[in-house]
């Protein structure tokens, strides 16, 4: 569950950003956003991935 948080959190904040209007809302905004963010996550999976936490 730990591992899913901040990802959960991410998305929380980006739909209260996208859902308030602080953002311009057009489709092309929200898209690069998405593709943002899924990049993002998916740099942060490759780096636990080659650097694993440790585990005590």
Known sequence: MLYWLPRICLFALIG??????????????VANTLIIVLLGLGLFSVTVQVFPPERH
């Open 16 to 29: 209260a950003v996208i859902g308030l209007g602080a953002l311009p809302a057009t489709s092309e905004d």
